[in-house]
């Protein structure tokens, strides 16, 4: 796996493809490689270049010690857009990715050429400020939750009933989380990230188009909480997939990838992308059908 040197950091990237590029920005605590079962397919069909990349914390990224801030991960993200000659380029990210790709386009619009912005909230309401709350608690008291509880938990807060009601489904979340519960542990930096404040008023400033897309059954970042986001921003719609949680873009991936290539369509110079065929279109734009799209 290549690397970059960014912000005083190294990162481990992947660039695949040819075209138009689409820089991808997972979530807390999730590596890159999350994308490739997915949406770098689908890009890469699509005609962009797409890269992804482990965020700081997440091996084989480097895992500096102590907290880490938005700040941090935002210059990381620049950095690496930077050191790869990318700029400006398209942002997909989801949950903490999407803060970071949303507060990037404010920083540094340079680099910027539009947004998808999935599962992402500007503020948390009672319950999501409640839940913060524990999980800090956790942290700082030092306590380390058996691996196979952690799974549990985590495919209950992440998951959509219809798949959790899935033994064949859910059995291979469960273990894949399990097995991961050490790679999680390493990002606990990523913990310190502030998501408690309310993020409206800043994400007026954003200069880019967007599009935000919620997942139905979020438990994290409900459909109410992504729409005031697209609210917000000035040039922005907003899509809603049904049944799906907060890690909608595999639980419900033809419906995500057809939203995010319909709408970097729509913000493309079209220059390099390959015209899709027929054959494609269930793939490409089919499934948005079962979307909701304002």
């Known amino acids: 796996m290549p690397?970059?040197?960014?912000?005083?950091?190294?990162?481990?990237?992947e660039r695949t493809g040819r075209g138009e590029r689409v820089l991808l920005i997972m979530?807390?605590?999730a590596g890159g490689n999350v994308w490739s079962m997915?949406?770098?397919?689908?890009?890469q069909s699509a005609g962009y270049e797409v890269i992804t990349f482990d965020n700081r914390g997440v091996p084989p990224s480097d895992v500096p010690p102590g907290d880490y801030s938005l700040a941090d991960l935002v210059a990381d993200t620049a950095g690496l857009i930077e050191a790869l000659d990318a700029g400006?380029?398209?942002?997909?990210?989801?949950?903490?990715?999407?803060?970071?790709?949303?507060?990037?386009?404010?920083?540094?619009?340079?680099l910027v050429s539009c947004c998808v912005l999935m599962a992402l909230r500007a503020r948390p309401d009672a319950a999501r400020r409640a839940v913060l709350t524990g999980e800090r608690a956790l942290t700082s008291g030092g306590v380390q939750l058996p691996a196979a509880y952690e799974a549990s938990v985590t495919v209950l807060q992440m998951f959509s009933p219809v798949t959790l009601n899935d033994d064949a489904a859910i059995s291979g979340f469960l273990e894949i989380f399990e097995l991961s519960a050490a790679r999680r542990a390493a990002a606990s930096g990523q913990d310190a990230v502030d998501l408690s404040t309310d993020r409206r008023e800043a994400l007026r400033a954003v200069p880019v188009p967007c599009r935000v897309i919620a997942f139905s059954d979020?438990?994290?970042?409900?459909?109410?909480l992504c729409a005031e986001v697209a609210e917000v921003i000035p040039d922005c719609d907003y899509v809603e997939i049904g049944?799906?949680?907060?890690?909608?873009?595999?639980?419900?991936?033809?419906?995500v990838n057809s939203a995010i290539i319909e709408f970097l369509g729509k913000n493309s110079s079209g220059s390099n992308l390959r015209r899709c065929s027929a054959d494609d279109a269930p793939q490409l734009n089919g499934d948005l059908s079962h979307a909701s799209i304002t």
Request: glycine residues 10%; negative net charge.
């Open 27 to 29: 979530g807390q605590a």
């Open 243 to 255: 049944s799906c949680g907060h890690l909608g873009y595999l639980e419900r991936p033809d419906e």
């Open 218 to 224: 979020d438990l994290m970042c409900p459909p109410h």
């Open 3 to 13: 690397y970059v040197h960014a912000n005083g950091i190294r990162l481990a990237y």
């Open 38 to 43: 997915y949406q770098v397919p689908a890009l």
């Open 88 to 110: 400006p380029c398209r942002l997909v990210g989801t949950s903490l990715g999407a803060v970071v790709a949303a507060e990037l386009a404010v920083s540094r619009p340079d």
